[in-house]
């Protein structure tokens, strides 16, 4: 049996309805068990017992989101050097962007010497008014299919052991 980790962190609710349709896909292979916990509640040990990782976060102000780096920051050197080499795949969510979040979150996965297996999957909800932003986001039917698939091909290869 294989873990796949997908943390996550979402203001406005778009970032988890991706994460929680990536594990949804995720969920339809047997031999990966999903493990599907917000930002706060990650701590050190759940990134060591895990095979492989999505990492899930709104770009804010051109970077990951507080909570999100928050995550890095109490788990990063607890788990260096013990997780080399395993996959990881990013999902954003952004107003017009996300390339910023991505970068960074790909940044410290190259420190923890992690696998690249996807691009990141960014989703953007076009939010430009300070109202539209601070609304609830409701994430279109066609973009979570993608993150479905996304979490599917995920849990397929770890569990066939392609990565
Ligand atoms: C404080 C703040 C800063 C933001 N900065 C950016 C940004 O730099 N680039 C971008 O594309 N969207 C930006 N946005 C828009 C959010 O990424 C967008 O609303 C997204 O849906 C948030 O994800 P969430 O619904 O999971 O919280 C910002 C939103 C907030 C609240």
Known sequence: MKTLLIVYHSMTDGTRQMAQAAA???GGELAVQVRLLR??????QDVLLADAYVFATPENLAAMSGL????FDRTYYAALDRINGRPYAV??????DGRNAAKQIERIATGW???????????CTHAQTQQQ???PKQIAPGELTRCRD??????????IGVF
């Open 133 to 135: 932003i601070l609304r």
């Open 150 to 159: 996304f979490g599917a091909a995920i849990a397929a290869g770890l569990s």
């Open 113 to 123: 010497r992690l696998k690249s297996i996807a691009e990141p999957l960014i989703v």
């Open 68 to 71: 999100m780096k928050d995550f």
């Open 91 to 96: 999902l954003i969510c952004a107003g017009s």
């Open 24 to 26: 949804s896909g995720a």
């Open 39 to 44: 930002a706060p509640d990650a701590g050190p």
